[in-house]
Every structure is written in C-alpha cells, then in structure tokens.
T-cell receptor
C-alpha cells in the first residue's frame, strides 16, 4: 500500500509568485494534517482536515496560505503570493478515522523562495 | 502554553549508548512520541509512550517519562551509524493527532 505522497519534492520560486503543494494521504484516511519546518527550527502544525472539512486551522500563518481538500481525498496548500519567510519543508500526514496513536508522514516538499 | 524543547546536537561513538532528552509543557498530552528523520526522508514514528507509563522498551530503544518534571528521554543502546538522523520529540495536547514538535536533535555517530 502506498504511503503519504507529496508533490513536488522541491520547489524554487521567486518572491511574489504562487506555489501549490499537493498531498495524497493513505487511502481511506480521514485525517489529513499539514506541518511546516522553517530554517531548522521546530516542526509546526498548520492545519487539520477531517475528510473535506477543516477541523483546526489555528496554525495557518496568514491569509496568503490556502488549504483545500475537495472530496476528502488529496489536499493542496497554495501560497500566494510567496514571501521569503515561507521557505521551509512542508510535511503532510494522515491517520485513520478518529483518534490514532500514529500519524503517517510524507517525505515533505522543500520550498525555497528567492 | 505549548512548547517542546530538546538539545540540537549529539555526537556519540559507534557502539555506545545515546540519550536524547526532551522537555514539554502540556500536561494534558495523552501520548508522547519520538520521530526519526533520515536524510532526504520523511518523518518515521520510532516509538511512543502513553502518559500513564514511566518506561517503555522496544529492542534497542528505551523511553523514559518523568511526568512530574515533564521530561522525556530516548535511549538508543549500541548506537550504529544507521542511527544517524534527526530525532524529534512530540507531544499531543488534548489527546488527538495534532502534534507539537521540538526542533529536533541531530545525532551523529562516528567510528
């Protein structure tokens, strides 16, 4: 069974441009999470979907970030317009319905804004 | 508040034991986790401990939890070069999957 997959693995964009990151969770997992690690610091929670609904988006930095999960399957995270401080590694994770002891993480997308 | 702290770097000799320490702040966390990130890879769950336990052992890994001091440690026995990675401590406030991570401890294993 495929794990959590993220596209692209790397992205380099100029300040002011738009970038869309994609996450395909493990099939059947209702919970989907986005996290971000900036500049070697702690990994920070961004938001949590349960199926297609946003359960918790308290970690979203500002309104330049838009996350969607249409149909409750894959999710996208769009940054528009990108700023230098958005550079980092964006991780996606998924877990089955309800509370779970393990969230399965993807390999991450490394975003560099220049 | 939610804050997880860990030292940033640890260097050990191959065959020795490694101990990675972590402090957390949220006493409501049901589970506490250790994740491992190898170069170019995603986060892999190494082990976790339920908050009402003091210790958990899994092969070469031993997790110790001091709930009074909010201190968590990961001991790796007989450390190998393949253990070189970044180790993240994480707590789960409120008992669900939103994880609060530390900044990660980079473990370097040398001959």
């Amino acid at each position: 069974e495929a794990g959590v997959t993220q596209f692209p693995s790397h992205s380099v964009i100029e300040k002011g441009q738009t970038v869309t990151l994609r996450c395909d969770p493990i099939s059947g997992h209702d919970n989907l999470y986005w996290y971000r690690r900036v500049m070697g610091k702690e990994i920070k929670f961004l938001l949590h979907f349960v199926k297609e609904s946003k359960q918790d988006e308290s970690g979203m930095p500002n309104n330049r970030f838009l996350a969607e999960r249409t149909g409750g399957t894959y999710s996208t995270l769009k940054v528009q317009p990108a700023e230098l401080e958005d550079s980092g590694v964006y991780f996606c994770a998924s877990s089955p319905q309800g509370a779970s002891t393990e969230a399965f993480f993807g390999q991450g997308t490394r975003l560099t804004v220049v | 508040g939610e804050d997880v702290e860990q030292s940033l770097f640890l260097s050990v000799r191959e065959g020795d034991s490694s101990v990675i320490n972590c402090t957390y702040t949220d006493s409501s966390s049901t589970y506490l986790y250790w994740y491992k990130q190898e170069p170019g890879a995603g986060l892999q769950l190494l082990t976790y401990i339920f908050s009402n336990m003091d210790m958990k052992q899994d092969q070469r890994l031993t997790v110790l939890l001091n709930k009074k001091d909010k201190h968590l440690s990961l001991r790796i026995a007989d450390t190998q070069t393949g253990d070189s990675a970044i180790y993240f401590c994480a707590e789960s406030p409120g008992g669900y999957n939103k994880l609060i991570f530390g900044a990660g401890t980079r473990l370097a294993v040398h001959p």
